[in-house]
T-cell receptor, first 114, second 109 residues
Framework: DGGITQSPKYLFRKEGQNVTLSCEQN?????MYWYRQDPGQGLRLIYY???????QKGDIAEGYSVSREKKESFPLTVTSAQKNPTAFYLC?????????????FGPGTRLLVL | GEDVEQSLFLSVREGDSSVINCTYTDSSSTYLYWYKQEPGAGLQLLTYIFSNMDMKQDQRLTVLLNKKDKHLSLRIADTQTGDSAIYFCASGGYNKLIFGAGTRLAVHP
């Protein structure tokens, strides 16, 4: 089955710790995205990547970092600089061509601070 | 910046029609989307409409687009308890989607 997987489903972070959220897709999509969702709010874009070895900051990139070494994978690191990391994190992917912009989402990772 | 607004809550009786409304500001949007989110899950693409269309129907779902007023609606016919979820409207184009805050649909007997 083609799709997007995210792991883990739940993640706990201690103060001062960096944690990495995994996102993998087998849809052969070029573009991948990370969003943050807080209760009662819409999704906010953290980072996106249109092609391997390239990525751009979204609206709320501070305190986060990403890499795109493989087409299938786009891991997100929540660094200790992110002071309010508790949220639901969603990864998405799309075909990176104008006119084919529909984004498909993974099941999400919930990050909690201990 | 660009914005998408939705009402936050809608309650309907099982079997009735639900209408969820959305307004957006980005006049350059190529597509407009409706996503569904069940508790603890990711977003599921329900349907989308190309910006030069007025209406799209897909089984129980009808999307209406008023481009002049930048108003989008999603009608769910014969609403069932399984339709209870949060529905997100999104506007955008190449590599950029702007999401509304979501409308929580509650279906009661």
């Amino acid at each position: 089955d083609g799709g997007i997987t995210q792991s883990p489903k739940y993640l706990f972070r201690k103060e001062g710790q960096n944690v990495t959220l995994s996102c993998e897709q087998n849809l052969n999509h070029d573009a991948m995205y990370w969003y943050r969702q807080d209760p009662g709010q819409g999704l906010r874009l953290i980072y996106y990547s249109q092609i391997v070895n390239d990525f751009q900051k979204g609206d709320i990139a501070e305190g986060y970092s990403v890499s795109r070494e493989k087409k299938e994978s786009f891991p997100l690191t929540v660094t200790s600089a992110q002071k309010n990391p508790t949220a639901f994190y969603l990864c998405a992917s799309s075909i990176a061509r104008p006119g084919e912009e529909t984004q498909y989402f993974g099941p999400g990772t919930r990050l909690l601070v201990l | 910046g660009e914005d998408v607004e939705q009402s936050l809550f809608l309650s309907v009786r099982e079997g009735d029609s639900s209408v969820i409304n959305c307004t957006y500001t980005d006049s350059s949007s190529t597509y407009l989307y409706w996503y569904k989110q069940e508790p603890g899950a990711g977003l599921q693409l329900l349907t989308y409409i190309f910006s030069n269309m007025d209406m799209k129907q897909d089984q129980r779902l009808t999307v209406l687009l008023n481009k002049k007023d930048k108003h989008l609606s999603l009608r769910i016919a014969d609403t069932q308890t399984g339709d209870s979820a949060i529905y997100f409207c999104a506007s955008g184009g190449y590599n950029k989607l702007i999401f509304g805050a979501g409308t929580r649909l509650a279906v009661h007997p």
